[in-house]
């Protein structure tokens, strides 16, 4: 399957070509994307159908198949577009560690609905068997909130905050990794306490001498 995105930043898979002197509806393809996050979270993905997505979108099944060619795809598309890959593009600067991680921990949580959470779980079931869905989920929805620890993290390493031995990269991955596995794999709540406890752990991991 060839799943390609515009650049390594893109939000959406790059689309095919369209037949000469054809010019696609624009709102059709709102639609189908609409009809597709609103079918994820009502039924999951195995009950999401293009099927289903063509009765709900108004349109016909084979140019949901012409636009994004399998279900895998146009749902990496549908949830990337749906605003959950987006990301803060300005980091925090409280001037400390804690109050920078607080704030990210803070911003990512809130975006952390239910309706967001199902989202992900069908995200789950596509990236488990396709390696170049999985790249670009990682690239849109993982990558971006690395990125921003990691600056978190270099900003308390410049002024002395954190243990020169530590590896950022590492624990740059700690927070999102713990909040996707108590979403979608422990299903407990994103409570205060919680983050506050992911926070004081990132920060007792990077003052180790």
Known sequence: MDAQVQDPGASRIAEPPGRPGRRRDPSVDDRV??????????????????????????????????????????????????????????????GTLRGDLTAIVGSETAKATRQKTRLLEGLLVVIREDPQLRAVVTNALIEPRVAAIRTALDR???????????????????????????????????TRVWQHEIVDGIIAWAQRR
């Not at 577009?81 to 925090?92: C, E, H, I, K, N």
């Open 156 to 190: 308390a390493h410049d002024r002395g905050e954190m243990s020169s031995s530590v590896d950022r990269e590492t624990l740059a991955a700690v927070l999102p990794s713990m909040l996707f596995y108590r979403l979608l794999v422990s299903r407990e709540p994103v």
């Open 33 to 94: 994307i609409e009809a597709t996050l609103e079918l994820l979270v009502a039924g999951g993905f195995e009950a999401m159908t293009m099927e289903a997505v063509a009765t709900r979108a108004g349109t016909g099944k084979a140019g949901i198949y012409r636009r994004w060619g399998t279900k895998q795809v146009l749902v990496v598309d549908a949830v990337l577009r749906s605003g959950l890959g987006a990301s803060d593009s300005v980091v925090p600067d409280s």
